[in-house]
């Protein structure tokens, strides 16, 4: 709108010219025409700016809805790429992982179930183990006391409680032991008594034996 007010102007000074105005109005009429001019081409100046800073930012804002509009394709697409990953997984994983817990479920039923034989086994198999082991244990026990010589196995019978004897066997020893300890201590006694007889009778063996 601005830039047909010189227009109307100059149709406004050519009416004032074509009305045979004087001098003196039509010089004022030129100076307010040149004012009219400059001023309008002052602002069509400033409205060229404008409209440049306006076309610069229209073109800058174009750039960046374009980027962004960029942006929002690769990402719309990338949720349709995901979106499809998901029906596929649903349709086809999905089922499968519903298979494998199933079947691992009916193992562990099953495992469940033979567990108590299993343990059961296992403790049979531990006592068969114990039972060897003392087995051997004894066996090798009775080796070592077998190639222990007499005396060793007579002094472990009769003075200690680690022999591996069995209790009776143990009474019948420590018995003839007692038995044998009072009859040499009875011996023992009378010989003693006999030669205190004789010393105090004065009695030489010899002489004794001579008479």
């Known amino acids: 709108m601005s830039t047909l007010q010189p227009f109307r102007l100059g149709r406004q000074a050519a ?9 003196d109005s039509s ?18 100046a ?5 409209m440049k800073d306006l076309e610069s930012k229209l073109s800058e804002n174009l750039s960046n809805f374009r980027a962004i509009d ?3 394709s690769e990402a719309f697409s990338g949720l349709q790429r995901n979106t499809k990953r998901a029906d596929r997984a649903a349709h086809h994983q999905v089922p499968g992982i519903h298979r494998d817990l199933q079947e691992s479920r009916e193992v562990l039923e ?12 296992v403790q049979d198999i531990f006592d068969v183990y114990e039972s060897g082991r003392q087995k051997a244990k004894n066996l090798v026990d009775d080796l070592n006391w077998l190639n222990t010589e007499f005396y060793e196995r007579w002094r472990m019978i009769v003075f200690t409680s680690s022999s591996p004897v069995s209790l009776r066997w143990k009474i019948i020893m420590r018995t003839l032991f007692v038995v044998s300890f009072i009859l040499c201590c009875w011996v023992s006694w009378i010989a003693l008594k006999g030669a205190y007889r004789a010393h105090s009778h004065r009695l030489v063996w010899g002489d004794k034996l001579m008479s």
């Open 46 to 50: 400033q409205y060229e700016g404008q």
């Open 15 to 23: 009416s004032s010219s074509s009305l045979n105005l004087p001098p």
């Open 70 to 72: 960029s942006l929002l």
């Open 27 to 44: 010089a004022s009429v030129a100076v307010k025409l040149e004012y009219a001019l400059k001023k309008v081409s002052k602002q069509a």
């Open 110 to 121: 099953e495992l469940g179930e033979t567990l108590p034989t299993v343990r059961a086994q």
